[in-house]
């Protein structure tokens, strides 16, 4: 037989969460006292009432009254519905025959429960008569296999035996306790009973005894032997077993303990999710999958993010949420959401809303569809949250990413992605790139100041941006560079009219500075390969070169065949000068030694070692190609210690064969001087080969005093404390040092050809040469004279002084062998 259920309450809404919390029971509703009254003599078979106190017409205390008052509705077991404010409503309802009571809001799965404790006991009732009445079973046997814990008579107190002959439990009872009949007998049940439980069990447990009530129900803790709490639903009635015995009640007990559990996760998910929701920036949604995307739940943070308050939504009360969406977005929207759906994959969407306010914002809608059984799609729910600032600050970062941050035009990053992009798109229109390099401007920097040479450049870019149309971009691709992107030119000849243009700009501006700059052009040639860095590194080598050799006019350079040719050679030159440092042995470079000749005993005095370097692939490649690159790379240093380890075996041979007064030149680079223990390196060296350092001399050319002149003056003080010899090549070409002459920590002038091929032109009396030969003397220099080719020139320099000279008048660079022989025979004569 189905276990029957009438639900009344005057709330519909309550009646249908009963009922289909109930759906596995009989469940019949009426909406106030009347009606149920009217139910209750309809149907005769109902075996338990859920009645709300609180109703309209006939409340719920008078249809208690109605059923105590009749013999046969009387035993109906009736439960209560109740809120926390009703205490006294609660107690009375107990004294007009209810069995228990639930409070409002109701938990559903705590009144499933209850319900089953009731079911379960009705079922019990309805076994033990029908088994009494069939079988002649004893109630021994229903007690003893019973599914839930029955205590008779249990002492509050601990008692003995003979003070309470009548306890007893089953042993559900025994196994939910985790204790003997014998040890709840000695302890009592206050004893088990947790302490935050026992305040409310004793308050109604002395009601029970006083007759203010028949039973009691309550969720409390039992504590087990171990200490660890079991979860129960128990009802206590009266039970009268004799007058005159103390403890006269029954105790029903179901373990809850996985419900409790399960209550507590729920309640701590609530929470959680309410303090998510609380602080969402957006809000939570539930809608219906259709056009308007009608809300069927909204959240508070609906307010904040749009303006309308959450009820204005819900079921398009006053608004739909497809309205509030940016009109540019709608169909977007709709069409990612049918892409998704029937693949039951998750959704994430970036749009605008416009809000209340007429603001536009940015949102990010990330959600999933809800799905009946059948697999039709039955709403769609998630969290819409506000983007606005994330949406701003990439803004900032894409601009910021895309723009020089000095001019605001376009950056290289942009033009790579561009002709990245472009790249793939087939057209035979014509491309160019023209670079205008600016890098002297860098110059001015230490002159004037680093806001003056970007105010500089800011004039400059404005000046250029007139020449920008829908054919033609500018960028600035390095802090002194920029571009021009061209589309759609008709030749070569319209790409050298642009540039002129740009000069006839840019010239007077800089002419003031007394600067100019290049203009690399590079044509983007498809069936060459598209390759966007390859294009912009071919620009600015096409500019470096249109810079020429620091004339002050513009210059005007194609990136073509010959420059690439160029490049290639420049490339394999880097390629053999990077085996060469990595190499154990010195592969292809050598030296050469000239001699340098004393003028005062017309004898050899030493000789200047000097770099060559022959390759398989390049053959013979000049000092003057290979030893800038070498600078360019850094792979001077290296290179650099194996010639000073070559001069070196060379001095360690002179020494050997007897001539110890003469000395060894070695040229070395400023970049070498201020590597990082280069000093200490080469002492070492001078130490492993033997050789005195007095016989070793150090050239560096002028030019390297026009920056980091303290620095690199200290060295060559350090450096010249040790015994070695400094000389300045090429002095009068480079940096004008003759006014600080003084200070430099030299021993030696080294007077550069220029000024030596002079002596064959003009009137000997009004060469300079003599002036710096008196001058280097009077600061306790000595004089060398480079490139002395011709007798007339040996006779000037012998005249005014000069201390030794050097040339093909004496010799060419010689091997090591010959060098040693030629020595020999200009020594003996």
Request: net charge negative; with cysteine.
């Amino acid at each position: 037989m189905p276990f029957k259920i009438l639900v009344v309450d005057d709330s519909a809404t309550d009646r249908l969460l009963i009922q289909k919390m109930l759906n596995s029971y009989d469940v019949i509703t009426a909406g106030d006292g009347y009606e149920a009254m009217r139910m209750i003599e309809e149907h005769k078979d109902i075996d338990l009432i859920i009645l709300d106190l609180n109703m309209p017409g006939m409340d719920g205390f008078q249809v208690l009254e109605a059923l105590k008052s009749n013999d046969r509705l009387g035993k109906t077991r009736v439960i209560i519905l109740t809120i926390y404010e009703e205490l006294e409503n609660e107690i009375k309802g107990l004294q007009l025959g209810a069995v228990d009571y639930i409070r409002k809001p109701i938990h559903m799965e705590a009144l499933a429960a209850r319900i089953r404790v009731h079911a379960e006991l009705l079922g019990i009732q309805r076994e033990l008569e029908k088994k009494i009445k069939e079988q002649g079973l004893t109630v021994e046997t229903i007690f003893n296999q019973a599914p839930i814990g029955i205590a008779v008579s249990h002492n509050f107190e601990p008692v003995t035996e003979e003070e309470n002959p009548y306890f007893s439990v089953n042993p559900m009872f025994e196994r939910i306790s985790g204790r003997s009949r014998e040890e709840l007998l000695r302890l009592g049940w206050a004893n088990i009973t947790h302490p935050d439980d026992l305040e409310e069990d004793l308050k109604n447990y002395k009601r029970l005894k006083a007759g203010e009530i028949d039973s009691y129900s309550m969720d409390k803790r039992l504590i087990k032997p171990d200490g660890s709490e079991v979860w129960v639903h128990m009802i206590v009635a009266t039970l009268t077993l004799s007058s005159e015995h103390r403890y006269n009640h029954i105790c029903l007990v179901q373990d809850i303990t996985e419900r409790k559990n399960i209550e507590k996760a729920l309640s701590e998910s609530e929470r959680s999710k309410s303090v998510l929701l609380s602080h969402l920036p957006g809000l939570a949604y539930r809608c219906n999958f259709d056009r308007d995307w009608t809300m069927q739940y909204v959240s508070e943070g609906c307010y904040r993010l749009t303006g309308y308050p959450p009820e204005s939504l819900l079921y398009n009360k006053e608004i739909c949420f497809n309205d509030i969406i940016a009109p540019e977005y709608r169909e977007l929207l709709w069409e990612e959401w049918n892409r998704i759906l029937p693949g039951r994959l998750p959704f994430k969407y970036e749009y605008e809303i416009i809000t209340a306010s007429g603001e536009r914002k940015w949102v990010l809608e990330m959600g999933e569809g809800i799905y009946t059984e059948q697999g039709e799609i039955e709403a769609v729910e998630g969290i819409i949250i506000d983007i606005t600032d994330r949406k701003e600050m990439e803004d900032k970062l894409k601009y910021s990413n895309e723009h020089d941050r000095n001019t605001g035009l376009y950056n290289l990053n942009y033009l790579e992605d561009l002709l990245d992009t472009d790249s793939r798109i087939q057209t035979d229109e014509k491309r160019a790139l023209v670079g205008i390099n600016l890098s002297v401007v860098q110059s001015i920097v230490m002159t004037y100041g680093y806001h003056y040479t970007q105010d500089l450049i800011k004039h400059v870019a404005n000046a250029l941006m007139k020449y920008c149309t829908g054919r033609r971009m500018l960028f600035s691709t390095h802090e002194y560079q920029f571009a021009f992107y061209l589309k759609g030119y008709h030749g070569k000849s319209e790409l050298l009219e642009f540039c002129n243009s740009i000069i006839g700009t840019l010239g007077p501006m800089l002419a003031i500075e007394r600067m100019a700059g290049g203009i690399g052009v590079v044509e983007i040639s498809p069936d060459k390969g598209w390759d966007a860095d390859r294009l912009l590194q071919n620009l600015l080598i096409a500019s470096e070169k249109a810079m020429g050799a620091g004339d002050k006019e513009f210059g005007i350079c194609f990136y073509d065949d010959e420059l690439e040719k160029q490049i290639i050679r420049k490339n394999d030159i880097k390629n053999e000068l990077a085996s060469i440092a990595s190499c154990v042995k010195d592969c292809g470079l050598y030296l050469q030694y000239q001699p340098v000749v004393d003028l005062r005993t017309n004898r050899i005095s030493g000789f200047e070692a000097l770099a060559r370097l022959t390759s398989s692939k390049l053959g013979r490649v000049p000092p003057l190609e290979f030893i800038p690159i070498a600078e360019e790379t850094k792979l001077i240093i290296p290179i650099g210690m194996k010639i000073i380890g070559q001069a070196l075996g060379f001095l360690r041979k002179l020494i050997e064969k007897g001539y110890k007064e003469i000395t060894v030149s070695i040229n070395v680079s400023v970049i070498q001087l201020l590597a990082d223990g280069f000093s200490a390196s080469l002492s070492e060296m001078i130490d492993s080969f033997g050789v005195n350092p007095g016989s070793v001399a150090l050239e560096i050319t002028e030019s390297v005093f026009s920056s980091e002149y303290d620095q690199i003056n200290r060295i060559l003080g350090e450096l010249k404390a040790k015994g070695l010899s400094i000389a300045i090549d090429d002095f009068g070409t480079g940096y004008s040092s003759l006014a600080r002459e003084s200070e430099l920590n030299i021993n030696c002038l080294k007077i550069d050809k220029a000024f030596i091929d002079n002596l064959l032109s003009y009137d000997p009396k009004k060469a300079i040469a003599s002036d710096i030969i008196s001058m280097a003397h009077k600061f306790g220099h000595c004089v060398v004279a480079e490139g002395v080719e011709y007798e007339k020139q040996r006779q000037y320099l012998l005249e005014f002084g000069c201390d030794k000279i050097q040339g093909y008048l004496i010799s060419k660079p010689l091997d090591e062998d010959d060098a040693i022989e030629f020595l020999k025979r200009m020594n003996e004569r």
